[in-house]
């Protein structure tokens, strides 16, 4: 079912580019044609003075600027529908019928009062004639007129039915990221009370270590509650209170390496990007085996991307997917970068070289601005 026609508001907006535009347009078209008539009248193919050519062709052309934005703001407001054709159409003849006599009267109106001014008299002619004549041409104008506003008015509504789409997508999409980054909390904060419960009970210096360490990484979840990218030093530091949490309930079973190249730690990442994959390595790869082992982390720039990478010495798995997924409890982080950076992240799942398991995040290369004095 086609959709309705409405008012358009276009007219409201574009009111004095229309009347620019019409009387820019109509000024070239009438100068134009003027120089070909004076041509003529100096050849001797018209007697005429000089001066006159340009009369005819300029009041005709003004006439039809004074017109133009009205005719062009009609369109706009009484397009084509199914429903209603017929009626539009005899509104449209009406508009024509008075588009032509309006311009006929407006030019031959314009044309004797110059006239007069020069001390000479203009005749128009017989209007029997000359009324079907200029009929004829204003016809031809008014429906080419027509034709432009009622493409431009189309033109002008899909486009900003496609602004409209694309800002609606990128609001759902905003919206997507505060849910999945507003997951991150409560899942980390259960599972560090659940971390802290286990061993509260067998040592109370570190179940209280553990709850200050939890604070400071509250503390900075909350700096940053609206914030999806943070520096990469921020993120670290987040990250190491995480590990000195963990450390405190393992102990030597839990052994840790970050290596992070100098250049990249004023680059932009998630918040909170590394913390999943790095307890993910944890719970997966290292706490559920009675020697624990080994986890690293890197960053580092590659081919003009940031590269995240957290590998584990773990038992791993035969056949990793390759690509980040949710059957190895990080969907919500693949999600996460999708909605971020769309197909320029490459989130990567895959056997290391200890046989264990290796995510590899590469995202692009942008850094955070300078912070401010």
Same mark, same amino acid.
């Given at each position: 079912m086609p959709e309705p026609h409405t008012p358009s508001a276009a007219p409201a907006r574009h009111s004095v580019t229309l009347w620019l535009v019409s009387f820019g347009y109509w000024t070239v078209e009438g100068l134009l044609n003027s120089g070909s008539e004076i041509i003529d009248v100096v050849t001797g193919d018209i007697d005429a003075t000089l001066w006159? *050519?340009?009369?005819?062709?300029?009041?005709?052309?003004?006439? /039809? #600027?004074?017109? &133009? *934005?009205f005719l062009v703001v009609f369109?706009?407001?009484?397009? /084509? #529908?199914?429903? &209603?054709?017929?009626?539009?159409?005899?509104?449209?003849?009406m508009a024509m019928t008075g588009f032509v006599l309006l311009h006929v009267a407006g030019m031959v109106g314009m044309r004797k009062?110059?006239?007069?001014?020069?001390?000479?008299?203009?005749?128009?002619g017989d209007l029997g004639l000359e009324l079907p004549y200029e009929a004829l041409k204003d016809v031809a104008t008014f429906w080419i007129l027509v034709g432009l506003a009622v493409g431009f008015d189309y033109y002008r509504r899909y486009r900003d039915r496609d602004v409209r789409a694309a800002q609606l997508e990128s609001q759902l999409t905003a919206a997507r990221l505060r849910y999945l980054r507003h997951q991150l909390h409560p899942h980390f904060l259960f599972n560090t009370l659940n971390t802290i419960s286990a061993v509260m009970h067998?040592?109370?210096?570190?179940?209280?270590t553990m709850l200050s360490r939890l604070s400071d990484l509250l503390r900075l979840a909350t700096r940053h509650a609206e914030d999806q990218e943070v520096r990469?030093?921020?993120?670290?530091?987040?990250?190491?209170?995480?590990?000195e949490i963990m450390r405190?309930?393992?102990?030597?079973?839990?052994?840790?390496?970050?290596?992070?190249?100098?250049?990249?730690r004023d680059a932009l990442v998630p918040f909170l990007v590394l913390q999943p994959l790095v307890e993910n390595a944890v719970k997966h790869g290292i706490a559920a085996r009675p020697e624990g082992g080994w986890l690293g982390v890197r960053a580092y720039r590659r081919n003009g991307m940031l590269r995240l990478e957290?590998?584990?010495?773990?038992?791993?798995?035969?056949?990793?997917?390759?690509a980040l997924s949710a059957g190895f409890g990080l969907g919500g982080t693949a999600e996460r970068l999708q909605h971020l950076y769309g197909t320029a992240a490459r989130p990567v799942l895959e056997r290391s070289a200890r046989g264990g398991l290796r995510v590899t995040i590469d995202i692009p290369w942008r850094l955070a601005a300078p912070e401010g004095p």
């Open positions: 006159e *050519p340009a009369v005819w062709e300029l009041t005709s052309s003004y006439a /039809f #600027a004074l017109l &133009t *934005p369109a706009w407001r009484h397009g /084509f #529908a199914r429903a &209603t054709w017929r009626w539009t159409l005899a509104c449209y003849l009062g110059i006239y007069a001014l020069a001390g000479a008299r203009y005749v128009f067998e040592d109370v210096r570190a179940a209280d990469l030093q921020e993120e670290l530091d987040a990250l190491d209170v995480y590990l405190v309930r393992m102990g030597d079973r839990l052994r840790s390496a970050v290596d992070v190249a100098p250049d990249t957290v590998e584990d010495d773990g038992p791993g798995v035969a056949n990793p997917p390759g």
